[in-house]
């Protein structure tokens, strides 16, 4: 470990890898750093499908155009205005060019997965999805001359009067040892990973969570730079969660473990009563919501109720669903009151109303006189076989993250360090303030990892 | 534990499988199966039998999926379709008693070529002709059809047997032309080991795509056919234009044999290389020496027949004629019960999968 090197990178995801594809290119001897073992490496980004791409015509897999105000518009509404605007509209402009770079590196596009019509014109999907993203990035960097360390956990960075000097790595758990570069690129992701870290920021509920990516993603270097004066952006006690399957694993259960079956259910809690509206809208544009509103009731848990009429309106789901001939009996096999939950269904009926219903769209079937109503999708749970579904929050990234320029570069009080580079999620507070839009993660990554190896690559020639 | 037990759980197993892809579906692009698994909801063991056949082992699956070990999901799916594809041919295999022999056992398959050679050294010894021109100086031509048309059409008669099983078992419909169509240009472009996009599979190089397989099983199945067409042509020649072996290297026999001699050879030859860098448990590891000793028989099929016209007119034909037509035999004996059904699974699921995505 006496090599010399150029540019180390802290983190194997997509923003890593962009950075470190970047500047090998230009010929800089790169080292990627790496927690996980070599079978998860690429941390969340092995887990996405597809990224959000701005395209003024037809662009490989992706069909009509998405032009710059548009994109900024639909980041308007997720974030509520929670961006910054300069750094936002470098992102999505940015976007367009990334695609066939992309695909230069051996990334290889699909069109939009079925059920996911609605994504075909903003994102491009890719083929395999992000674990195949992960190793054509990871295949692409052998080719280059990279190294890359598995298992290497950066535990701080070294910075001096401003200046980077070195990382120390703990390797295979190992006591750490001391990797010098000229330059540091960090993309390790937000703190997610770090379970008590997020029960002191969020309060004692999130002991419950599950994690939807990663184990890796702890904070360890975010908390680190922080400590040494690194200006941080997002909120610090905030994460993005979405409700997901009950039983899924508490790390890394991945895409799979969403349900999309609330819209047409009736969610109730561990008391069996409703909550919130299922029905509000179409359900891409709230699944972002009911991680929060599960987190908020009692032990964290909430349980997803249809009949056989809407049992095949949604996507499969990983696990089959409970199944009784009874309410009551459902209910007894989810763990809760079977006359409670068999009330709250008969309140629930009788305020249904008759009319057209549609399931694609809002169909304005919604319940009479009902607190808290169901303002869409509102029929009756009348039809045996039942089913249920268990709810839990599934936290996908935090928001907290450290400040950078436009160039990449990361700030302290006294302004940019002077060859400190960030990516990826752990700046992507700057400009994903609040919610989310699909896709934008591995945009944010794509294109901050590529303008960090391009700066750091710049610095150290 | 009894075939039937054994397919169940298979199928049980690849059914668990196929319900965590179906949430996920990432890998919708690379080949038929997953268009296909999006059809359904929950999965028949008909219907497993299918998608299992359809599946062409390129791994992509594998290597692109975030779960499998030591994820708790534990996904293979090309190991676990190939586990219901490879029950699913032994189960159908038609008389049961041989239905797993070749499959698993390249000893048995040795065997089987050591009495395809006994026979054919008997078969000279005995039947040794009092004239004849070529060949049929040392066998005649009655003694060769005599020996070879059972030896074809009863694999045949049991392959046609399995396929109708299957058939039943899939609940295929009526077939026609047009499916015939897709089917074989599927078959004939290896489709389904392009990688969706023509970048290949991932057999011998990991997570990066190479086209190696594709090319190497596709010039065994050129091969192949050549050297089917080659004797076809002579048959053909011989009973309706009465013009009879041998023939000279400017006839259509020796055209489309050689060639394809050669190409056989090459292919299986390149099959084998590449079965030997590929991971096994991604494979169905317990057939990994019956398939190895049948792409073996296959080139030694193509060797020895190559060999045999090499040596025309030398005192090296007899024996050589006995081993060639030994392995010859070897081969059509063991067609219904070994790697070579495939093909013909294969090609009935492509035309299934052609009546079902019409629909
Ligand atoms: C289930 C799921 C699905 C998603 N789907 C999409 C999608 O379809 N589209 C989209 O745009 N976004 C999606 N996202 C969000 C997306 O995953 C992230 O925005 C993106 O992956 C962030 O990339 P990154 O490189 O910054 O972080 P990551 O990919 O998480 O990489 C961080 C890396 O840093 C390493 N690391 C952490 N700490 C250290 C340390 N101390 N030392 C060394 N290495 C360290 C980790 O092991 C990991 O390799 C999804 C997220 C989840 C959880
Ligand atoms: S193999 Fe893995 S990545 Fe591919 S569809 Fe199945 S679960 Fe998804
Ligand atoms: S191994 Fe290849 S052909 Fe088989 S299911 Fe997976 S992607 Fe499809």
Redesign the pocket.
């Known amino acids: 470990m006496t090599e010399a090197y150029d540019i180390a990178v802290v983190g194997g995801g997509n923003a890593a890898l962009c950075a470190a594809v970047t500047a090998a290119e230009t010929g800089a001897k790169v080292v990627i750093l790496e927690s996980a073992p070599e079978f998860y490496r690429g941390g969340n980004s092995r887990h996405t499908r597809n990224f959000r791409c701005m395209h003024r015509g037809p662009l490989s897999v992706l069909v009509d155009s998405y032009e710059e105000e548009e994109y900024f518009e639909d980041l308007l509404l997720v974030t509520k205005g929670e961006t910054d605007e300069e750094m936002a509209r470098l992102t999505i402009r940015m976007s367009e060019e990334c695609l066939p770079w992309m695909e230069r590196q051996g990334v290889r596009f699909q069109p939009s997965l079925s059920g996911t019509l609605s994504l075909s014109r903003t994102n491009a999907f890719f083929l395999g999805g992000g674990k195949a993203l992960v190793n054509a990035y990871y295949n692409r960097c052998e080719d280059l001359g990279v190294d890359v360390f598995y298992d290497a956990e950066v535990k701080h960075v070294n910075i001096e009067d401003g200046h980077f000097t070195h990382v120390d790595v703990s390797m295979k758990g190992g006591e750490p040892t001391r990797i010098a570069a000229k330059a540091v690129v960090l993309a390790s992701g937000g703190f997610q990973g770090d379970l008590d870290w997020l029960t002191r920021a969020w309060g004692p509920s999130a002991a419950n969570f599950l994690i939807r990516g990663t184990p890796y993603n702890r904070g360890v270097v975010l908390k680190d730079m922080l400590d040494q004066g690194a200006e941080s952006v997002g909120d610090p006690t905030q994460c993005h969660a979405v409700a997901i399957d009950g039983r899924s694993p508490k790390f890394d259960g991945g895409i799979v473990t969403r349900l999309d079956c609330v819209p047409f259910s009736i969610v109730v809690n561990q008391n069996g009563d409703r909550f919130y509206d299922e029905g509000e809208d179409v359900w891409p544009k709230r699944y972002a919501i009911w991680g929060r509103l599960v987190a908020a009731q009692p032990d964290q848990v909430g349980y997803s109720i249809i009949d056989s009429k809407s049992a095949e309106l949604f996507m499969p789901s990983v696990f089959p669903p409970i199944v009784a001939d009874t309410i009551e009996g459902l209910g007894q096999q989810l763990g809760i009151s079977g006359d409670k939950l068999a009330r709250t269904v008969a309140e629930f009926n009788a305020a249904c109303r008759e009319g057209r219903f549609h399931p694609t769209e809002k169909d304005g079937l919604a319940t009479d006189g009902l607190t808290p109503p169901k303002t869409n999708w509102a029929r009756p749970i009348d039809t045996p076989p039942y089913y249920g579904y268990s709810l839990r929050p599934g936290v996908t990234f935090t928001y907290l993250g450290l400040k950078v320029s436009p160039t990449a570069q990361v700030h302290t009080a006294e302004g940019p360090l002077d060859n400190v580079w960030a990516a990826g999620e752990i700046m992507a507070g700057s400009i994903l303030g609040q919610g989310y839009l699909a896709g934008f993660g591995m945009t944010i990554g794509t294109v901050f990892g590529r303008i960090a190896g391009r700066e750091a690559a710049a610095y150290v020639s | 534990m009894s075939l039937d037990a054994l397919a169940r759980s298979a199928t049980d197993e690849a059914r668990r499988q196929m319900e965590i892809c179906n949430a996920c579906r990432y890998?919708e692009g690379?080949?038929?199966?997953?268009p296909a698994m999006t059809r359904h909801r929950s999965f028949t063991d008909a219907d497993m039998t299918h998608?299992a056949n359809?599946?062409?082992?390129?791994?992509?699956?594998?290597y692109?999926c975030q779960f499998t070990e030591p994820h708790e999901f534990n996904l293979n799916?090309?190991a676990a379709?190939?586990e219901v594809r490879q029950l699913s041919w032994e189960r159908l295999a038609w008389p049961g008693a041989f239905s797993r022999l070749f499959h698993e056992n390249g000893v048995a398959l040795a065997a089987a070529l050591a009495v395809g050679l006994a026979v054919m050294f008997a078969a000279l010894q005995a039947l040794r002709p009092e004239s004849g021109e070529g060949f049929y100086a040392y066998l005649s031509h009655g003694a060769m059809i005599a020996i070879f048309t059972p030896a074809f059409f009863l694999p045949l008669a049991a392959v046609g047997v399995a396929l109708r099983r299957y058939w039943r078992e899939v609940e295929g419909q009526r077939v026609t032309l047009g499916q015939i169509v897709e089917a074989t240009r599927s078959a004939g472009t290896m489709r389904?080991?392009d990688?969706?996009q023509g970048q290949g599979?991932?057999f011998e190089k990991g997570d990066r795509y190479s086209n190696a397989r594709r090319v190497f099983h596709q010039l065994t199945l050129y091969g192949f056919l050549m050297c089917f067409a080659a004797t076809s042509v002579a048959t053909v020649m011989h009973y309706v234009f009465a013009w009879e072996a041998p023939y000279g290297f400017f006839t259509p026999p020796k055209l489309f044999g050689v060639p394809g001699g050669i190409i056989l050879c090459v292919g299986t030859a390149g099959l084998a290389w590449l079965k030997t860098k590929a991971d096994p448990k991604?494979g169905i590891a317990r057939v990994w020496g019956g398939e190895m000793a049948f792409v073996a028989l296959l080139f030694f099929v193509s060797a020895t027949g190559l060999a045999l016209y090499a040596v025309t007119g030398t005192a090296a034909v007899p024996a050589l004629l006995a081993i060639h037509l030994g392995a010859v035999l070897a081969f059509f004996l063991v067609i219904p019960y070994s790697k070579m059904t495939h093909g013909f699974f294969r090609f009935a699921a492509l035309v299934r999968e052609a009546q079902l995505s019409r629909r």
């Open positions: 890998c690379f080949c038929s199966v997953f998608l359809l599946c062409h082992n390129c791994r992509g699956c594998y692109s799916v090309p379709l190939g389904n080991l990688g969706g599979c991932n991604l």
